[in-house]
């Protein structure tokens, strides 16, 4: 039976490591502050600790009760009432779409670091937090096909993008089929699907319209170049 390991590294963009970022992100085993690049570092090592949901809410309830923070309102004493109590602490609203967010949240295994971005967002102490770069590979002690892979994600207020090498394999082997069976069109929608993959990740409807005709144009002219090329030679 063959074992798996999985290795993350990446760091937090903010202005200070504040007891909010050390409760999200002790589980991550966050590090020092460091002022020359605005940024603490995060790492997941699986042999050695596994992120666990229980420890940022232990954390944070600890949090809560050092701020001496109003939990009236957690009526029915739920994980998500706790944590929009929290969040009125910080000045947000029942309306705010983050605190709107809390009640669809499983807070069970592994904390995924998009919502934990967006936690820290809700509970703003001066960490201003800014982004989220991520790295990830989990491999097999079994060296055999399809037992290892890596994952690269961003995650910041405005957007989140997110690859894994076996999707850069898949995108690979598509697209030569494609083009061994001259099949433009297949190999022009495979393209298609990943770049709408990456515009969803922009979360404002507008900007995200805006680039993907900015996008389009490109392609035209790009087009209208290659034609005029060809026309000349």
């Not at 420890?55 to 739920?78: F, I, P, Y």
Request: aromatic share 10%; net charge negative.
């Amino acid at each position: 039976m063959a074992n798996y390991y999985i290795t993350g590294h990446g760091v937090i963009v903010l202005n200070k490591v504040t007891p909010v970022i050390n409760a999200l992100f002790k589980t991550y085993r966050i590090g020092p502050f460091d002022e020359s690049e605005s940024a603490a570092c995060i790492t997941f090592i699986s042999d050695e600790h596994l992120p666990d949901w229980d420890e940022v809410l232990a954390g944070l309830k600890a949090l809560a009760e050092d701020r001496h923070v109003d939990m009236s309102q957690n009526t029915d004493n739920s994980t998500s009432g706790f944590l929009a109590s929290l969040a009125r602490h910080f000045n947000k609203t029942n309306d705010d779409p983050g605190v709107q967010k809390l009640k669809t949240y499983s807070f069970t295994g592994t904390p995924e670091l998009d919502i934990l971005f967006r936690l820290a967002s809700l509970f703003d102490d001066g960490h201003s937090i800014e982004s989220i770069q991520y790295h990830e590979y989990w491999f097999s002690d079994k060296v055999r096909a399809g037992e290892f892979n890596g994952m690269g994600k961003f995650i910041s207020h405005e957007l989140t993008c997110e690859f894994d090498t076996q999707q850069v394999v898949d995108l690979g082997t598509c697209l030569h089929t494609a083009v061994c069976q001259n099949k433009p069109e297949s190999a022009a929608q495979e393209l298609f699907n990943e770049i709408q993959g990456i515009l969803r990740g922009i979360h404002n409807s507008e900007n995200r319209m805006l680039i993907q005709k900015s996008l389009a144009d490109l392609l035209q002219a790009d087009e209208k170049s290659n034609c005029n090329k060809s026309h000349q030679t």
